[in-house]
Structure formats: structure tokens, C-alpha cells
């Protein structure tokens, strides 16, 4: 059981706004692709969380999470 709580967590923070903690990650950041903000934080920056790009362009992605 704690196993499944612990990858439950993991998921769960792979899956989450990097600025609020709280909404799903929604937004990519262009030209960079990277995935890090929700729609409702996703004008909070103008650069990239994770490697510094400058955003040139956002686009709005839905995720679909699978069983493997």
C-alpha cells in the first residue's frame, strides 16, 4: 500500500503547476516545448522554468494519463 501511495505522489507531482502547486500543468512553452505551468499561472513568466528560454509562444495541451 505505501508503494502505491508513494508513485501516487510521484504522479501526481509530474502532473502539477510548477508556480501554484495546485492545477494541472496545461501550457508549453514555445520554442522550447517544455511543460512546468497551469493556465492560470501561465502568464506569471516570460521565460521558462526550467531552462531560462525566453517564451516566444504558449500552447495549450491536454494531458491523458494511461495505465501501463
Do not use: G
Not at 25 to 30: D, G, Y
Amino acid at each position: 500500500m505505501e508503494d502505491i501511495v508513494r508513485e501516487n505522489e510521484e504522479m501526481k507531482q509530474k502532473l502539477v503547476c510548477t508556480v501554484c502547486h495546485d492545477k494541472v500543468r496545461c501550457i508549453v512553452f514555445l520554442p522550447c516545448c517544455h511543460l512546468f505551468a497551469c493556465e492560470r499561472c501561465d502568464y506569471s513568466t516570460s521565460t521558462c522554468m526550467k531552462c531560462n528560454t525566453i517564451v516566444k509562444e504558449r500552447l495549450k495541451v491536454i494531458q491523458s494519463v494511461q495505465a501501463e
